[in-house]
C-alpha cells in the first residue's frame, strides 16, 4: 500500500510589529489551524519572520538604512525565543515545519530556511547561497554545507528559496539525495504577475526533474501593508502579484487549485507511489544519468572565517593534528 500523507502550503502576510514576534506567533496559529485539517508537513513563505525586506526592492540603498537596522533588531536567532516557539508547535502539532527566518548571525544577516521535524526538533537550518539582486545589499551569503537532505515524519525533504531554483547545480545537489519532497519559498507580493507565471514553470519543472513533490509557499501583502511599504502610491506597484502558492506532484500536475491572492492554506494528499510511477520512466540521478560524462563537485564543508590550529596533546606528532575549529 503507498504512503499517503498530506501537505499544506501557506499563503500569508506578515505582522509587522516592533518586537519582530508578531509573525512568530501568526505561524504558531497556522499550524495549529492546519492540525485540524490533518496537516502533516506545511511549508511557509520565504523570510516571513519577521518578514521578506521589500524595502530593498524599492528603495536605492542609500536610504534604507534605518529600515535595514530595524532589520536586524527584528531578526531570528537560532536557536532562541522563535525557535523555540515554532518547535512547540510543531511538537503539539504533530507535524513536520519549514519555516523561512532572516536570522542574525553576529553582524550580518542570512536568509534562512529552518526545517522542523514532527517532535519539534530543528533537523535542517540552511541559508541561501546567493541572495539575489537588491537583496545581496540585505543578507549573507550560504555555502554549500546546507544543500542536504533530511528524513522526517513525512519523508526525505529538501529546500531551496526563490531563485536558488534557477541555479541547476543546487537543485541537482538536492537531486541527489533522493529528496521525496521538495519545499519552495518565495516572498510573494512582488513584480508583478510575470513572477508567478516564472515560479509556476520553475516549480512543475523541478518536480518532473527530481521526480518528487513541490510545496511551494508565497507571501502575502494586504494594500494597507503595501501603502505603509512604499510610502510613496508611485512605489506600490512593485509590490503587487508574484504569488503562487501552489502543491504540485512528481508528474508535473498541480495537485490543489494555486492560491494568487489572500491569505489561506493550499491542501493536498501526496501519494508517494507516483514518486516510482516517475522515476521508472526518468530517473535524473539513476538510470538516466551518465556520470562517466557529467557530474557534480559539491563542496559540503561550512564556510569558515577562521581555523584553528592548538599545541598538539601530549604524545601527538604535530604533523598529525588536524585543522578543527
Known sequence: MNRMIRAAAAQIAPVFDETGLGTAGKICRTIADAAQQGVQIIVFPETIVPYYPYFSFIRPAFRMGAEHLALYDRAVVVPGPVT?????????????????????????????????????????KRRKITPTYHERMVWGQGDGAGLRVVDSAAGRIGALACWEHYNPLARYALMTQHE??????????????????????????????????????????????????????????????GCFTAIVSPEGKLLAEPRREGEGLVIADLDFGLIAKRKRMMDSVGHYARPELLSLLHDRRPARTVHYRDDPPEGVEPDSLQDRT
Do not use: K
Open 84 to 124: 523555540e516557539m515554532v518547535g512547540a508547535a510543531a511538537r503539539a502539532a504533530g507535524m513536520v515545519v519549514v519555516l523561512g527566518v532572516n536570522e542574525r548571525d553576529g553582524g550580518t544577516l542570512y536568509n534562512t530556511q529552518l526545517v522542523f521535524d514532527a517532535t519539534g526538533d530543528l533537523i535542517l
Open 180 to 241: 521525496e519532497i521538495h519545499c519552495a519559498q518565495f516572498p510573494g507580493s512582488l513584480v508583478g504577475q510575470v513572477f508567478a507565471d516564472q515560479m509556476e514553470v520553475t516549480i512543475r519543472h523541478h518536480a518532473l526533474e527530481s521526480g518528487c513533490f513541490v510545496i511551494n509557499a508565497t507571501g502575502w501583502l494586504s494594500d494597507g501593508q503595501i501603502a505603509d511599504i512604499a510610502g510613496d502610491p508611485a512605489l506600490e506597484g512593485p509590490l503587487r502579484g
